[in-house]
């Protein structure tokens, strides 16, 4: 009997992360880190595991919108839907009704990420491979196919995609043998939220450099002031051979970006990350004209690859920072990493949230081995919670990235963390409510 | 007693407008037109009714985020929200946890359109005026107060918005008694849909002709040499002095815009609308280059004010087609109409759909009366469906849109066809699954 995909299920898991202030910045005063979490189950009772991250109130939408693709997805057989992720992410992306909803941004397009990378989770599961080494292993014509051009063959064509790959090929080996070595390398957040006191953010500056960090960052964009000092502090105690990089978090206008980091430039930010709106692709251009030698970054908040490919265009971007749930997964990032390498810009991914980091190194990964061949200048972010719900965490060590060697793409988190999160039911919920 | 808000009810309203094909494009194939219904009630009992629309599947989703964001409105003293949209539009677009899934686009955006349009119905009643007329009333510094400047004070200020409507104030008087006696010029799409028959197009393009209408509009951009005939076809019928204008509803990439519109240029067609992806600010800019003299018109899919900027910024469109309901209702739309009249492009209102006609016009008379302080190259779209489910339906007299005088924004729909439509459980869905 053909095997078919039986089930699509979410669950609302959230956890209370607002109660420490982790991850306060200037525009996520009080976030509750959490996940639309997707299981992907077929009819011989295999699972793919993906997600798409947010941060509390509004969860229960992308899971009403997973909820609402799923009927796309169930029936499907699922060699067919393996063989062909392309054609299977076009299904969920150009669905005539729920398109209006986009197209491919915001809500529908998050929840169609959590649903593409569990797919792509159950096929590396089966390949028994980590997703980074499924993509890797295949041919350059593959990996073409995975790319929709519809709307960005006038910056990248698919021949131009092919050459890229192409020219990668002879090193696959090679760098795949020194990732396995040596990592990949992060720099870590974990230091920086605005809520945080000075001597907390100099206390774990310190430590992320004496564990062998080489960046790190700093959330800025609400008073200019302690900013300053903040950034002060953290250079003095790191001196300058450590690169800091900013995040506004997305608080200013453009003219109010370029004059704020006027005020920070003196302490050497080497990125500023967020600016403004992340659709202000002008906006960002012109802020980079205005600020540099800081690097401009951005991608987080980027929501499809037609905005990617504007960035590039317009030169509005030092380093672009994909994401791994914000545009629809896997699929669309394999032609956001292709499009970053026609433009010859680094692509460090935003992570941290929930499950973000262990998703997108096999993004970074996959780029070194099979698209960029390089890691110059390029670095995963890391933030050190809520790690321990997921079955297979990311492993650092010495300011690198280690890469995976489980199958699948490490969205899988722990039965009982789910249970326990899950909202508004699970028992640290109802123990709140409760208390 | 201090009057509350005491609900913010959310309907899933849809008609099963795919059985005539009727709204058939190229994007489009099967539209169930829809509508998710917002009625705000306040603790006195008064009642403002407002909504978003979709084409179906999905519907669902803007719903629940409705249904999401209520909690941030009940409870709210009805004179504070209603003496500051501004703000309270700020309250729902700019809230730290529900933001993260945008921000300011897609379904969550919708969802606040949907409740700020039925805010300001609610104001409107309270005032006993219909809204272009409640807008047009307020001072230049009140409207002013309406527009969330952060994003887009790079291209237009405060000051110079002032300045617009100051100058524009003289001949608010005198326009507004033109307005209700000549009322608003429109053109229509009902000819042109992809699903009708050759005949039936003709025949319709010419009563349209007949009815009074210098503009009609074709579908295109699924065959190209179905495109040239029947623009062919409709211009032998109509002669050289009517406007035709073609609506590709995204269908191309850049350059295949391009090559296609090189196919229809000798049959005159008057704009392109929606040569590519809404998103692609640089790729419409580069269309627009290429197929002068035809116009380039977008914004039904543009998601938010900051996209509506950089398509003034870059020399993208000749024509600005806000909608209703994909920005955050009428304050985003006040905002987007000071952008336009800052750049000098005329606005023409996207509408059709489910109610867009009933609420655009006030926007396009505002415009008129106390904003641009003309119509020349201005005209609503009109389409001649479902009008008959809203309890004040838009006026036509010999191809133009008469002023409402009734109070409110005129999305009220009648409770009958609320019930009847109701989604899945209306009399019209349970017969359908039914037989």
Request: glycine share 8%.
């Amino acid at each position: 009997m053909t095997e078919l995909i039986a089930a699509v299920d979410a669950v609302d898991v959230r956890f209370p992360t607002s109660r420490e202030l982790d991850g306060s910045d200037a525009l996520n005063p009080e976030p509750d880190y959490s996940a639309t979490y997707v299981t992907v189950r077929t009819s011989s009772g295999q699972e793919g595991f993906g997600l798409a991250f947010t941060v509390g109130r509004g969860n229960e939408i992308t899971v009403a919108a997973v909820r609402s693709l799923a009927p796309l997805v169930v029936g499907l057989p699922v060699a067919e839907v393996l063989a062909d992720l392309g054609a299977f992410s076009a299904r969920l992306t150009r669905d005539s009704q729920l398109r209006w909803l986009g197209p491919e941004k915001g809500v529908i397009h998050m929840a169609a990420a959590a649903v593409v990378n569990a797919v792509w989770d159950l096929r590396a599961r089966r390949a028994g491979k980590p997703v980074w080494q499924l993509l890797a292993d295949l041919s350059p014509e593959e990996l073409v196919s995975l790319v929709d051009f519809r709307y960005i063959a006038d910056a990248l064509t698919p021949g131009q995609a092919l050459a890229i790959l192409r020219a990668a090929e002879p090193g696959r080996a090679q760098r795949r043998a020194k990732l396995l070595e040596d990592g990949y390398p992060a720099y870590t957040t974990t230091p920086g939220w605005l809520g945080y006191t000075d001597d907390k953010l100099v206390r774990l500056a310190k430590e992320a450099v004496a564990d062998g960090f080489g960046q790190i960052k700093l959330k800025v964009g609400v008073d200019p002031a302690a900013d300053e000092r903040r950034l002060r502090l953290a250079r003095a105690a790191l001196g300058p051979d450590v690169r800091i990089a900013v995040d506004a978090n997305q608080a200013w206008g453009v003219e109010q970006a370029i004059e704020w980091l006027r005020r920070l430039a003196p302490y050497d930010p080497y990125w500023i990350e967020e600016p403004t709106s992340p659709d202000d692709v002008l906006g960002h251009a012109a802020i980079r004209r205005a600020v540099a030698p800081i690097r401009v970054a951005t991608g987080e908040h980027v929501h499809n690859l037609v905005m990617f490919k504007q960035l590039l265009q317009a030169g509005a971007v030092d380093v672009l920072q994909l994401d791994a749930s914000r545009v629809a997964g896997v699929t669309e990032n394999v032609a956001i990493l292709l499009l970053a390498a026609k433009f010859g810009v680094p692509v460090c991914p935003h992570a941290g949230g929930v499950g973000l980091c262990e998703m997108v190194q096999h993004l970074a990964m996959f780029d070194y081995v099979a698209v960029s061949g390089t890691t110059e200048d390029r670095v995963i972010e890391y933030i050190d919670h809520l790690h321990e719900h997921f079955v297979d965490p990311v492993r650092i060590r010495a300011g690198h990235y280690l890469a995976p060697t489980e199958p699948g793409l490490g969205a899988r988190m722990r039965p009982e963390s789910v249970a326990r999160f899950a909202f508004p039911d699970g028992l640290e919920w109802t123990v709140a409510a409760a208390g």
